[in-house]
């Protein structure tokens, strides 16, 4: 009988201390142990612990292991040997054999096979055996197909001698049972666990037997909440009789304290009200124990925790006792990857996942791609890896990219050259028949020569990559390393990643039967599954600090003097794992009590464990604890608070240790450091020039910062100061040279043009200085411009056919019967454009040839209604030339207009101009529009006819809205119509005269290069989406400077 002995401990005690104080000196007197722990960071932090402390250790005198270290051991003894074999594998094990027993699971989905590993996992770790296991699924069927499973588990590992981790457990406590396993040594040590699932309990019941002495370190279950997670010892031990005695004493540091109060102070409703006006923003540069950081995203959250480790390491802490942690991974190894090196924290990279690679990576995009039927973001993701660049040529995969932008959805390969060819088809359409103001010819040009390159290359590209829908598993494996070898074959710097890449491959044939027909999609979840399994050794010039950065449950062996806990947010600490969708919550509570045990892991959140980490975590900190949070996710979503940030409140407000507990957050508006978070050079630098520093102070550090990186920062701070007092400079849109004179006067403007550059200086400078092309949005309907081209033609011929030479002849022709005049003229239109028009979709053509017959029909319906005017048509598209006269340099220059009227009417000496538009969303108030100085179309249309026309009077001039079938607000001086106000020749004759001033001060600010970030209306355009540079513009910073967060 063992004589077993329990060593209570509090979970801030330092184990491995003193394990080495006790099993030393039974080393050193020739005594044999044997030792288990729950991980292989215990085992490690163990025997750096002990080794110093131990004179002479005999080969085969310790023995130190985890579960499955032990498995291995026993049944090795048993003359029993496995290949390990990980999840990955174990999945395609499973694969193949529901593939050839589709009746188990007859509507098996691609993801659901994931889900039946974990419940056959869960049925290997409960304590019976596969005997017993058998009997309860012929008692409840429901359960029989997860056994079948897990039988054939075992018969692999019987025939094939293939066992994953959970399974070796399984075999060796049947092993155990048989009693085959003796030890060599006395002492049995158990130590670092605070829970055991059934079949773990199992197993050290079966060990404990086999020993004479007996050693169990284990948590005391004191009467704080959060200890009633922990089991009570005589369960665990199935009743054996053991004596115990309590280890060290607990604690006293202050972050204990606040850990001791955790789950016992009830918070009261009226603190949750308070507590932000009394507690967040209370900014202070005082250290103090527990600090809760809300930040705006994980990002800044990650950013804000290397700038504290760098504070504490400053402040002599050693990088070996800080540790950056977080419950659940989420995105932060890849952003404590990318953010923490660049502050100046090298980090270790143990446990590199093969599947990080770019060779995988690009792998496993290329499959995505083929799964989504090459949808533009999946390809655009593709595109974006630097080796798929270099390989088909870096520009002409970016002109893909800019292009791809306006080619509409693709639903399949084909569908991108047809989209390419389509767009080829519409460009020479508009070069063919528009005359369009804001688009410059030469951009169009340049589009279809890079289509012209982009045809072959995308054919090859979509050619390589494709997959079959279904294959054999060696035809998927022999694409995936041709196209490995493709792309890296030339770089040296890839080997071992390839080399690993080769042996998952041929993995994968000793698992399945290659000649075997799979899908793509469950071909994918194989080599993910396996490539997530792999890891890859750290770089071995690869230089690092100690700092321990890791899961929660990976450091529970440690006690630190700093802390960084992450993402303290509701479903991540407390983590609230997923329901199993083939084993809900209600079936497993149903089976449970069916079977007079726990068969299957309760459900939902684990609360008392998750209590119990967090106090754990706590009492295991000497110094300090930071505890940040993100407010948002990259995608907008609002994340819940942790449940137990109440409790940190509840402490802060009613017992005494408040002054120890600090709550602050980070303002999203604030991008410059203050002088306590500064870290790296270039934060001194943007500290030192923003905020007012000590005269000496601002000596010594100007002396000793790098002077070429305090001046590259310091122009950019004037740059900044410069466009904030809207002082010109060519960093803000002021041009130095002549040289845009060339293209803005070079032929005559437009007042289109014009326009643009009132509404927004920088918009002109993109468009028609630097003549950027800006990708046009797809859209299932007719493009506006094309739709313009039509609607004027439409109404063109239509006036052409009346032929009328006077007001009786118009009147005549309009109150007429016009069936077949309508009929005629929508023919004409058809026949004329369908073949220009050839890449537009015939469903969308009949569409809009039904809008143009209702347009007309609205149209006719108008001009009968405005005979009452005594106005017939008598211009149409009239196109006129007229010049604004501008002063510069002390002469005189005339700058030239090509306008484009619409329509002109007659009626003796008056007229009326009429401009079309497609709705009401194009058309602007004239009179507004130029009491604002950002519209003036018809009025400068107004002096274009008029300087040709003086001896005609203007009655009107207005804008005719088709989809409508109305008139807009216009200029008029005769009552026309029964809502227009007409407006004195007084009135008429300044409007004209402050159209005339307005056009030439832009005109001058053109010629003098004043194109500074400064639009007419930031709210309406100036966003994504909106204006085509938006991407490229850094609008005024005094017109939003408002918008954002403040600091207070």
Not at 6 to 29: C, F, K
Not at 151 to 158: I, P
Not at 311 to 323: F, L, N, Q
Not at 588 to 595: D, G, H, L, T, Y
């Amino acid at each position: 009988m063992a004589q077993i002995r329990i060593l209570y401990h509090h979970v801030s005690e330092n184990l491995q201390r003193h394990m080495a104080g006790i099993l030393a000196p039974e080393l050193d007197s020739g005594k044999k142990i044997d030792v288990l722990m729950p991980s292989i960071n215990h085992l490690r932090s163990f025997k750096e612990t002990l080794l110093p402390k131990v004179q002479r250790l005999l080969p085969g005198q310790l023995f130190l292991g985890t579960f499955y270290a032990w498995a291995n051991r026993i049944l090795d003894a048993d003359k029993k040997s496995f290949r390990i074999v990980n999840t990955g594998e174990e999945w395609l094990l499973l694969f193949g054999y529901l593939n050839k027993h589709a009746e188990l699971f007859p509507d098996l989905k691609p993801g659901s096979l994931s889900l039946i590993q974990k419940i056959v996992t869960e049925l290997r770790e409960t304590h019976l055996s596969v005997k017993q296991l058998n009997s309860l699924a012929e008692k409840y069927p429901e359960i029989s197909v997860y056994v079948k499973c897990l039988n054939f588990l075992m018969d692999t590992a019987g025939t094939r001698h293939l066992a994953s981790s959970s399974t070796l457990l399984q075999l060796v406590s049947e092993s155990l049972s048989g009693a085959n396993f003796k030890p060599v040594a006395d002492t049995f040590v158990v130590a670092g666990f605070y829970e055991f699932n059934a079949i773990q309990k199992k197993i050290l019941n079966l060990l404990i037997e086999r020993y004479s002495r007996v050693i169990l370190y284990f948590p005391e279950k004191s009467d704080h909440p959060a200890m009633k997670f922990i089991q009570p010892l005589p369960d665990i031990l199935y009743g054996k009789t053991f004596k115990s005695e309590k280890i060290g004493a607990n604690r006293i540091n202050t972050t204990q304290k606040i850990a001791d109060l955790l789950y016992t102070v009830t918070p009261d409703p009226k603190d949750n009200e308070s507590y932000p006006k009394s507690l967040w923003f209370n900014h202070s540069r005082q250290d103090v124990a527990v600090k809760v950081l809300r930040c705006p995203t994980r990002r800044r959250e990650v950013d804000a925790a290397a700038r504290t480790v760098k504070k504490w390491m400053g402040d002599g802490i050693k990088a070996e006792d800080i540790a950056v942690i977080y419950r659940e991974p989420q995105n932060y190894p890849q952003y404590i990857r990318l953010i923490f090196p660049a502050l100046g924290i090298p980090l270790k990279r143990n446990g590199h996942s093969l599947q990080e690679t770019s060779p995988v990576r690009i792998l496993q995009k290329i499959i995505e791609v083929n799964e989504q039927n090459f949808s533009r973001d999946s390809v655009i993701d593709l595109i974006r890896f630097k080796e798929i660049r270099d390989y088909y040529g870096n520009e002409i995969i970016q002109k893909f990219e800019y292009h791809s932008g306006s080619l509409g959805l693709s639903f399949n390969k084909e569908s991108w050259q047809t989209q390419l060819k389509r767009r080829q088809k519409y460009l020479q359409s508009v070069l063919t028949v528009s005359d369009e103001e804001n688009k410059d010819t030469t951009v169009l040009h340049r589009e279809l020569r890079d289509i012209e390159m982009l045809l072959p290359v995308l054919q090859r590209f979509f050619d390589d990559i494709e997959l079959p829908v279904r294959g054999g598993w060696s035809e998927y494996i022999r694409r995936l390393w041709s196209l490995t070898k493709t792309y890296f074959s030339s770089n040296d710097g890839f080997a071992e990643v390839l080399n690993k890449i080769s042996e998952v491959l041929r993995n994968i044939l000793t698992l399945v039967d290659g000649r075997a027909i799979v899908n793509r999609r469950h071909f994918s979840m194989a080599f993910n599954e396996l490539t997530g399994a792999v890891s890859l050794p750290q770089p071995e010039y690869q230089t690092e600090t100690g700092l321990v950065v890791d899961e929660l449950i990976n450091v529970r062996h440690r006690c630190f003097k700093a802390v960084i806990l992450l993402g303290f947010v509701d479903t991540e600490f407390p983590v609230s794992p997923r329901d199993n969708l083939l084993m809900n919550s209600q079936q497993r509570v149903r089976f449970n009590q069916m079977a007079g045990m726990e068969l299957f892991h309760s459900p939902g959140m684990n609360i008392e464990e998750e209590k119990f980490l967090f106090y754990h975590l706590m009492s295991r900190v000497d110094d300090y604890l930071l505890i940040t949070y993100p407010q948002f996710g990259s995608n907008g979503r609002n994340f819940a608070e942790s449940p137990f940030l109440d409790e940190l409140i509840a402490i802060a407000i009613q017992t005494e240790p408040k002054a120890d507990i600090r709550f602050e957050s980070l303002s999203a508006s604030k991008v410059i450091p203050d002088s306590e978070t500064t870290v790296t050079s270039d934060d001194l630098c943007l500290n030192l020039l923003h905020y007012r520093w000590d005269g000496s102070a601002r000596v010594f550090f100007t002396k000793i910062l790098d002077k070429a990186r305090l001046e590259r920062i310091q122009r950019r701070v004037n740059i900044e100061d410069q466009r904030r007092r809207r002082m010109m400079s060519v960093w803000n849109g002021g041009l130095t040279t002549r040289k845009h004179r060339d293209f803005c006067f070079k032929s005559p403007l437009s007042v289109t043009r014009l326009q643009q550059y009132a509404w927004c200086p920088f918009l002109y400078l993109c468009e028609s200085v630097w003549k950027i092309d800006a990708v046009e949005e797809p859209s299932p309907d007719i493009p506006a411009l094309s739709d313009g081209i039509l609607i004027h033609a439409l109404l063109e011929k239509f006036l052409k056919t009346a032929n009328a030479h006077n007001f009786d002849e118009w009147r005549v022709f309009i109150s007429g019967d016009l069936e077949s005049k309508k009929a005629r003229v929508l023919s004409a239109i058809d026949n004329k454009y369908r073949t220009v028009f050839s890449h537009i979709e015939d469903p969308i053509w009949n569409k809009k040839m039904i809008d143009l017959k209702r347009g007309l029909n609205l149209f006719i319906q108008r001009e009968i209604d405005a005979l009452s005017s005594g106005f017939y048509p008598s211009e149409f598209e009239n196109t006129l030339y007229y010049s604004f006269p501008i002063v510069v340099e002390n002469r005189e220059m005339n700058i030239p207009f090509k306008v484009k009227i619409d329509r002109i009417d007659r009626k003796s000496d008056s007229f009326t101009l009429i401009e079309y538009k497609r709705s009401r969303n194009s058309v602007q108030d004239p009179v507004k529009g130029v009491d604002e100085g950002i519209h003036f179309q018809i009025p400068v249309y107004l002096l274009a006819y008029r300087a040709r026309n003086p001896e005609l009077r203007c009655a009107g001039a207005y804008s005719y809205m088709f989809n409508e079938g109305k008139i807009a607000k216009g200029i008029f001086t005769e009552k026309l119509f029964a809502r227009n106000r007409p407006m004195t020749e007084a009135e008429f004759a300044n409007l004209l005269d402050k159209t005339r001033n307005k056009v030439m001060q832009l005109l001058l600010g053109i010629y003098s290069g004043d194109f500074f970030l400064n639009p007419h209306d930031v709210s309406k355009r100036c966003q994504h989406g909106k204006c085509p540079y938006y991407e490229l513009c850094r609008i005024d910073s005094g017109t939003v400077e408002n918008n954002g967060d403040s600091d207070d």
